[in-house]
């Protein structure tokens, strides 16, 4: 085993984005590129000499390759240890638990979240700090200085390191350490939810099912709602691991978990349905004959989280990002909590979560967490739900129904314009920054525009300012559009419109989303102008 130095020069466009650095597979795997990225993190966080990280990935193509190369540069860079999940897995959520209750410096996540997997699709890597949360953008952008200006990485040439046992070798004076990927987590869970009661619950023969999209959560959903709470087998789909996540998006929404979606829709619907992604931080729920939106969950569970042992003592807070519909916000100022708005990214919620002014925070882009761990997580909402539904009795559809009598009724879409040429998107943008000051007070279908800004964010805990995070248009009755570039995609621009409309009135709760906002719909192209600008007559997705 000898520690080298390789000769390098910077590489092109290396700045982590809404979650970590993602590209094309084919790109990481490129002469240096994986190399120069994991030495811009260890120049980014103050070296890793000494230190102790955990690793892990979601199990895609070329996770344990890439583990390999991290582990011979964490070793060559004097870490002390590495924790890494067996085979190199570990969900998000599982890695951000792992980092916090072994205190750890922080820890490296492999993956692309829920973009599709394989050779020509998608790969990434991200940092977590020692809170077990994504690096703040500080610490992203030293990382992005160091790569361009870095000339060589060291690494140690060795033999590749066995991670397929539980156990602890010594590589060149540093220790790694392979861990069961489930056991710390379901631990960690059963603190927080009453397993007897969902037992219970499945006892009654109450059917559920979870679709792990061939992605991370497979081995925990099995664990837990199988072996754990008694669910038949069965009840986990999907459930095996797959490099490509069977060729498809492992994204859990109406488009890319239809299958899911129309078995609740259908004759023989279970009671209970929900997905998660690649790695594991998303998910989608659904109840017999329902799609619940993802800001609708968030402020379902804002309501009802105080039935689950973890959260008894209520909530020091609520959080959501900007885009999240103002569902949750409701719920907030009828139980005269704090509700944050931050901008998108999990990343901003880390703050008010780690100085106790939030525990519940959530992104419409089905991502649900609270101060268990720094990441949103998947199998934890849908445990989250389990208990409020084994503690009320009430059906998802009932519960969703009652909770919109009592708060109203926040009908929501997203859609979605992907692979927009970039000029073109970033054009839009800038045009719509320039009307900004004159919109107010202008009629658009949607009615009359109140108000018109662009979102920058003030962290009331660090003071840190992150501009340019969206652009909102209010209207007079409470609608809402806002447009944004996506911080995560590998390919042009995309481009998502969020549309939001309130409603309280008790005969007009259960209408078709996309029926409830057509005029908001209509506003947005008039107001924009996407069509002309993107080329496009309709969304690519809607979520
Ligand atoms: C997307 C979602 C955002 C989420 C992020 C990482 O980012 O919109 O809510 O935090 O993925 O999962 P975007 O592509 O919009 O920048
Ligand atoms: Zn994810």
Redesign the pocket.
Known sequence: MEKITVSSQPIEGQKP???GLRKKTKVFMGPHYLENFVQAIWNGIGGAAGKTFVLGGDGRYFNERAAQVILRMAAASGAAKVIVGKNAVLSTPAASHLIRKRATDGGIIMSA??NPGGIDEDFGVKFNMANGGPAPEDVTDRMFEATKTLTSYDILETQDIDLSAVGTTRVAGMDVEVVDPVEDYVALMEELFDFDKIRALFATGFKMKFDAMHAVTGPYAHEIFERRLGAPVGSVLNGVPLPDFGGRHPDPNPIWAKPLVDLVMGADAPDFAAAS?GDG??NMILGRGVYVTPSDSLAVLAANAHLAPGYAGGLAGVAR?M??SRAVDRVAEAMGLDCFETP???KFFGNLLDAGRATLCG?????TGSDHVRE?DGVWAVLLWLNILADTGKSVATLLSDHWMTYGRNYYS?HDYEAVDAARASDMIDALRGKLIDLPGQKFAAGIVESADEFAYDDPVDNSRSERQGIRITFEDGSRIVF??????TVGA?L?VYLEAYENNSDKLHAKAEDALSDIIASADQIAGIKAYTGRTAPDVKT
């Open positions: 984005g809404t979650s979240s829920h992604d931080d998303r990002s885009p999240t998108t990214g999990w992104e419409e882009s089905a991502g949103k997203r944004r570039l996506s911080g995560t995609g995309t998502r």
